[in-house]
């Protein structure tokens, strides 16, 4: 299936950001008793900002609740857009991922490789980059769960599995190609999995954007890894691994003697859209 609308990553990255209650400015203390003589009666107090914007008004002074506001709002729209990018992303590396060299003994298969496109590029292709800011962030973003991604997927290997149950006594000296039993992507395991930690994947982020004073560039960041865990264990847990075709030879079969024998030394191997 595809991965999880990124309307649902984005809104829970957003949520994840607005929880750290950051005010603009940061630090703010009013510097003198004359500071509110400084603007008129109507720019003291202003309506708050809603309790989803992503930063809070440090006072009600109306441009302390525009300034929240309208970066807010800018924070907003690119979430939105790196969200987007990369469940899109992700989505179409699905469409093109195979599985090879899966080996095939009896009614089991094991090992085997997850090969797909490079993730980077389709991030980058819809991420938010109207701007040189915003992409140095996309860039930033894209090549972390690129470099995550590949981690992952080509760590994937077949636990060994019975997903060929009539391999075990085949009646023919090689076994025709078959489709495998269905099963859950959860189940394949990959040493790759931890690069897509939320702490890991941000520290990647944050090194490559390489600009320690960017202004909150690292809560951006863990919002977006934070969020992004819980939507790839949906997706694990929801993608199943189908289509696989098993085959091999039966090099004990021997009838009329022994008329039926296991696969040994079998391929399986899935096509694109194996994963889905």
Known sequence: MPFPAGAAYAQLAKMMFASKAIALPQSWSQPNDQFQDAFAAGERIAPPNSPTNLFREPTLNQYHVDAA?????????????????TCSAISQWLTSATIVGGIVNGPVASGGSVLGPPLTPLIVASAPKTTPQELKYSMAVANAFGTAWQAWHMGLKIPGLPLYPAFAAFPAPIAPPMPNIPFPLVVL???GEAMLAPGT??????????????LHAADLFDALTQAFSPQFMIFK??????????????PTFAPPFVPVGPVIGGIATGPPGCLS
Do not use: Y
């Open 237 to 250: 847990a929801s993608t199943i691994v189908k289509n696989v075709l098993g085959t091999g030879p039966v």
């Open 189 to 191: 395991p990959s040493p």
């Open 201 to 214: 994947l941000k520290g990647s982020m944050v090194g490559n954007l390489g600009d320690p004073t960017a």
């Open 69 to 85: 506001r309208d970066i807010g709002k800018k924070f907003e729209t690119f979430i939105d857009g790196i969200c987007g990018a």
